[in-house]
């Protein structure tokens, strides 16, 4: 929740493009982070992305389905929409 409330911040004061991941074990944060890394680079639509990575988190975490799954919806996106003036 913090990490969110944070996230939000940091874009509200500017920044571009904010993602934010929960906190997690490092095994799972390098396979989250290599995943998004190849999203980054690809043309998956950003809500599909969002729930690969909640899908993966799912997948990793050896906690009950209610716990894993609060810890993954805790992953933000920010991004700002670019407009013609």
Same mark, same amino acid.
């Given at each position: 929740?913090?990490? &969110? ?14 993602? $934010?991941?929960?906190?997690? !074990?490092?095994? @799972? ?12 680079? $690809? ?5 599909? @992305?969002?729930?690969?990575?909640? !899908? &993966? ?9 209610? !716990? ?5 919806? !805790?992953?933000?996106?920010? @991004? ?6």
């Amino acid at each position: 929740m913090l990490t &969110r409330a944070f996230a939000a911040e940091v874009f509200a004061h500017g920044t571009p493009v904010v993602v $934010s991941l929960p906190p997690l !074990d490092a095994v @799972a944060t390098a396979g989250v982070l290599e995943q998004l890394a190849e999203f980054i680079y $690809s043309s998956v639509p950003l809500e599909e @992305a969002l729930v690969r990575l909640q !899908d &993966r988190i799912l997948a990793e975490l050896k906690l009950g389905f209610e !716990d894993a799954l609060e810890i993954a919806l !805790d992953i933000c996106f920010y @991004a700002g929409v670019a407009t013609i003036e």
